[in-house]
């Protein structure tokens, strides 16, 4: 068994808050939590991702050009202010909305607009509380002369700026299919009720 399953294991105790006879696994990422909380900005440059295996899925390595960032975004469905008159309280738009975009996808978009000459290769959960969710994003500088000779990153320079923002990433995409099929099931629903009244 290779050291990357090891620290997937490791994480996922973590993630369950097991406590083994060797070691209480649910106190360090009480401990990441808390340290999370105590930074003032909610768009912080990390020195390493604390989750090396799935940052290097996504496309992370240590050379000069790519970088990680953590993203703090407040939990709930964001706030929407009550119309004050001409409409009924079943018209008032207060109960089951959404952003219409999922957390994940939001904190890779203030992750890009923080840093305008980088684009985003990917991100994934770093930890949660009860206000917050933290993502790690990583991003890789389009200008750096390292990602214009790599293979794999080359494609970056090509029709790819602004990838969060157009829905180019791996939660841009799933957000656009569902926004897709929410639309499909309102135009079936519309039908239905016409022909009904017919």
């Known amino acids: 068994m290779g050291a990357s399953k090891y620290i997937s294991k490791t ?21 990441k939590e808390i340290e999370f909380r105590k930074e003032k900005n909610s768009v912080v440059r990390i020195d390493k991702p604390s989750n090396i295996v799935s940052a290097k899925s996504i496309g992370y390595r240590a050379k000069q050009g ?3 960032v953590r993203v703090r975004v ?8 009550r119309p004050k008159n001409k409409r009924r309280p079943k018209r008032q738009g207060q109960a089951k909305l959404t952003r219409k975009i999922s957390i994940r996808a939001i904190a ?15 991100s994934y959960k770093a930890a949660e509380d009860g206000r917050n969710h933290y993502y790690e994003i990583i991003l890789a500088d389009r200008e750096a002369s390292t990602i214009g000779s790599d293979k794999k990153l080359a494609f970056l320079f090509k029709g790819q700026k602004g990838r969060a923002e157009r829905g180019k990433t791996f939660a841009g995409r799933v957000n656009k299919e569902d926004n897709k099929r929410t639309k499909r099931k309102k135009v079936r ?4 009720k016409n022909n009904s009244s017919k």
Not at 18 to 28: A, K, V
Not at 109 to 122: C, I, P, Y
């Open 74 to 81: 407040r939990k709930g469905s964001g706030t929407y202010h």
């Open 11 to 31: 994480l996922q105790k973590e993630w369950k808050n097991i406590e083994d006879s060797d070691y209480n696994y649910g106190s360090l990422m009480q401990k």
């Open 189 to 192: 629903k519309k039908k239905n």
């Open 66 to 68: 790519i970088f990680v």
């Open 108 to 122: 890779e978009e203030r992750a890009s607009k923080k840093f305008e000459n980088a684009e985003v290769l990917g």
